[in-house]
């Protein structure tokens, strides 16, 4: 079955850059939506980013428009997420999910698969 392997979460100072990489298991389908979501302790699941089909076309929440990208590397099966100028607010469990379509979402409850998330801590 799918699955979905996060890494490259850890502690950094504010101001400071991650790159998230979430590695596929299965062939990469161009044409699905991959996102990235958070979730900080005692909230809900958030929309971060999502990059539908190759790249081609990118949404992020307003919070971190600016400062995050997402992209898609379709050769080697991964989705990417690179983090700059980190604010203590961006401190969550980042998480990788498939969409079983093409179109846009920005609810946990479009997407099918999911990873194990991957820890991000901004602090001084």
């Known amino acids: 079955q799918v699955q979905l392997v996060e890494s490259g979460g850890g502690l950094v100072q504010p101001g400071g850059s991650l790159k998230l990489s979430c590695s596929l298991s299965?062939?990469?389908?161009?044409?699905?939506?991959m996102a990235w979501f958070r979730q900080a302790a005692g909230k809900e699941r958030e929309f971060v980013a999502a990059?539908?089909?190759?790249?081609?076309?990118?949404r992020y929440r307003d919070s971190v428009k600016g400062r995050f990208t997402i992209s898609r590397n379709n050769a080697k099966n991964t989705v990417y997420l690179q983090m700059d100028n980190l604010k203590p607010e961006d401190t969550a469990v980042y998480y990788c999910?498939?969409?079983?379509?093409?179109?846009?979402?920005?609810?946990?409850?479009?997407?099918?698969?999911w990873g194990q998330g991957t820890q991000v801590t901004v602090s001084s």
């Open positions: 299965e062939g990469f389908i161009n044409h699905f939506t």
């Open positions: 990059a539908i089909r190759t790249s081609s076309t990118t």
């Open positions: 999910g498939l969409r079983v379509a093409g179109t846009v979402s920005t609810v946990p409850e479009g997407y099918k698969y």
